[in-house]
């Protein structure tokens, strides 16, 4: 296993998400994977402004996705599987170009707390981790650095589970997805037959793309379970109901990789790091003994 960590934050900054890695590997991740390799990425320092396509810090975002894509590669090529500990939600993007120069006709199972869809000009934020979706299904034009890679997604290859923003989006006229793309939203699947609806979901997507990638933005979670996000909201899940859905999900078979991403350790006033780090372990040994 290849434990891919990437230091990213699409604000623009090398504080906040981005120091989510490291936090993960104090905490003894790496430990927890007895014979993982540990993989860095490393990133060009990023310029917080917005470019051309409207996003923050273009040039790193497609460093990133560059260099994400090339570390899954070669975790393929060596017979490994890719573990992305990221920083925001773009480390996804990575694996799924990695999935095209392989031919494989990749699905995505995107657990989020958020659609990710935003039309980057519209965002609120400019942060790619608000329209790395609308980026893959090539929804949103592409920076520079990337039009060769994107889109790499169809609308029928996704699955979302969790999302519990439509009021937000509405509230700024920006469309939601639901409609176009297999969605259940956070307030069912948090509800108590949940995990097995979110399951059927993503199994009918297993039967049609035999490789596909499992994503987890932590923010899925509630509140209750994880303070130290960027964007809260109320609902979401239990640590308990996201190990339930992450295990069931794996247990589905062909999942070629997984990625992990929005913790801000500036925002732990508690052992968070620790609460992760045991999620991932487990979510990966669930990812060893499933694959294809």
């Given at each position: 296993?290849?434990?891919?960590?990437?230091p990213?934050?699409?604000?623009?900054?090398?504080?906040?998400?981005?120091?989510?890695?490291a936090?993960?590997?104090?905490?003894?991740?790496?430990?927890?994977?007895?014979?993982?390799?540990?993989?860095?990425?490393?990133?060009?320092?990023?310029?917080p402004?917005?470019?051309?396509?409207?996003l923050?810090?273009?040039?790193a975002?497609?460093?990133?996705?560059?260099s994400?894509a090339?570390?899954?590669?070669?975790?393929?090529?060596?017979d490994?599987?890719?573990v992305?500990?990221?920083?925001?939600?773009?480390?996804l993007?990575?694996?799924?170009?990695?999935?095209?120069?392989?031919?494989?006709?990749?699905?995505?199972?995107?657990?989020d707390?958020?659609?990710?869809?935003?039309?980057p000009r519209?965002?609120?934020t400019?942060e790619?981790?608000?329209?790395?979706?609308?980026?893959?299904?090539g929804?949103?034009?592409?920076?520079?650095?990337?039009a060769?890679?994107?889109?790499?997604?169809?609308?029928?290859?996704?699955?979302q589970?969790?999302?519990?923003?439509?009021?937000?989006?509405?509230?700024?006229?920006?469309?939601?997805?639901a409609?176009r793309?297999?969605?259940l939203?956070g307030?069912?699947?948090?509800?108590?037959?949940?995990?097995?609806?979110?399951?059927?979901?993503a199994?009918?997507?297993?039967?049609r793309?035999?490789?596909?990638?499992?994503?987890?933005?932590l923010?899925v979670?509630?509140?209750?379970a994880?303070?130290?996000?960027?964007?809260?909201?109320?609902?979401?899940l239990?640590?308990?109901?996201?190990?339930?859905?992450?295990?069931?999900?794996?247990?589905l078979?062909g999942?070629g990789g997984l990625?992990?991403s929005i913790?801000?350790?500036?925002?732990?006033?508690?052992?968070?790091?620790?609460?992760?780090?045991d999620?991932?372990?487990?979510?990966?040994?669930?990812?060893?003994?499933?694959?294809?």
């Open positions: 296993m290849d434990l891919i960590t990437v990213f934050n699409s604000a623009g900054r090398t504080d906040g998400v981005a120091r989510m890695p936090a993960l590997l104090g905490a003894g991740l790496a430990a927890a994977l007895p014979g993982a390799r540990v993989v860095p990425v490393a990133l060009p320092v990023p310029d402004r917005r470019g051309p396509s409207g923050l810090a273009e040039q975002l497609g460093a990133m996705v560059v994400v090339e570390r899954v590669l070669q975790a393929w090529t060596d490994r599987l890719p992305v500990i990221g920083g925001d939600c773009p480390v993007l990575g694996g799924l170009v990695a999935a095209g120069r392989r031919n494989y006709d990749a699905g995505l199972v995107f657990v707390g958020h659609e990710d869809a935003w039309d519209r965002s609120p400019g790619a981790a608000d329209s790395e979706i609308a980026l893959a299904l929804w949103a034009a592409a920076p520079a650095g990337l060769a890679a994107l889109p790499c997604l169809g609308p029928s290859a996704l699955v589970l969790g999302p519990r923003d439509a009021a937000d989006l509405a509230a700024a006229g920006q469309p939601s997805i409609g793309v297999d969605l939203r307030d069912r699947l948090a509800a108590p037959d949940g995990v097995g609806a979110g399951r059927r979901l199994e009918a997507l297993v039967t793309h035999r490789h596909w990638w499992l994503h987890v933005d923010d979670l509630s509140s209750a994880l303070t130290a996000v960027d964007y809260p909201q109320p609902g979401g239990s640590w308990e109901q996201l190990e339930t859905l992450t295990g069931s999900l794996l247990a078979g999942c990625s992990v913790y801000n350790p500036d925002l732990d006033a508690g052992a968070a790091a620790a609460r992760i780090a999620y991932v372990a487990g979510a990966a040994a669930a990812l060893k003994q499933n694959a294809a």
